[in-house]
């Protein structure tokens, strides 16, 4: 299987901050990589795919990039409704795995 | 707008068997473009992919579930379904339903609102 180590697993800031968020492989993933945020008691909402496409409807102070083993998720400038949990998941091969989770929570 | 929805008991007695139903509305279960995944999210911790199944039957398991579980799908009630036997207290989660496009280069996407499963003697 591969894994998925997202770092950090939490995360303090505060309105308007530019906020990244890093998620390793335990091998090459070429780009197949997805973020997605969750709010408690929600299921989680997909943000971005293949490392960088933006989702319909998402905002565009979110922002992904990455290649081979290491991705990263932006968030520009940090508004209330994005404090939240968000995970990263590979679609390279099955079994699809997903990081543990980083939660960002107000400062 | 396609919506998933999980159905079925929220408690279930240790070395039992779960049985959870995913409805599916506003778009039909045998296109060939999607797959269909559970994911479960025991309480407090991190997602895992259970497995997925297409229109015609076929699935892939998570290796760390597949002697336990078994998938189907019913394309007359646009639904399908996840049955995992032999039950302990590890398998207490909450457990999505979702869409996805492919084997792989896939997202999941959208999901059911999940629904809680406890196990308990």
């Known amino acids: 299987d591969i894994q998925m180590t997202q770092s950090p697993s939490a995360l303090s800031a505060s309105v308007g901050d530019r906020v990244t968020i890093t998620c390793r492989a335990s091998q090459s993933i070429s780009s197949f990589l997805n973020w997605y945020q969750q709010k408690p008691g929600k299921a989680p909402n997909l943000l971005i795919f293949?490392?960088?496409s933006l989702q319909s409807g998402v905002p565009s102070r979110f922002s992904g990039s990455g290649s081979g083993t290491d991705y990263t998720l932006t968030i520009s400038s940090l508004q209330p409704e994005d404090f939240a949990t968000y995970y990263c998941q590979q679609s390279y091969s099955m079994p699809y795995t997903f990081g543990q989770g980083t939660k960002l929570e107000i400062k | 707008q396609m919506q998933l929805q999980e159905s079925g008991p929220g408690l279930v007695k240790t070395s039992e068997t779960l049985s959870l139903t995913c409805t599916v509305s506003?778009?039909?279960?045998?296109?060939?473009?999607?797959?269909w995944g559970w994911i479960r999210q025991p309480p407090g911790k991190g997602l895992e992919w259970i497995g997925s199944i297409f229109y015609s039957g076929t699935t892939y398991y998570n290796p760390s579930l597949k002697s336990r579980l078994t998938m189907s799908v019913d394309t007359s009630n646009n639904q399908f379904s996840l049955r995992l036997i032999s039950v302990t207290a590890a398998d207490t989660a909450v457990y999505f339903c979702a869409r996805h496009g492919s084997k792989i280069l896939s997202w999941f996407d959208p999901w059911g609102h999940g629904t809680l499963v406890t196990v308990s003697s």
């Open positions: 506003g778009g039909s279960i045998t296109s060939s473009s999607y797959f």
């Open positions: 293949a490392t960088s």
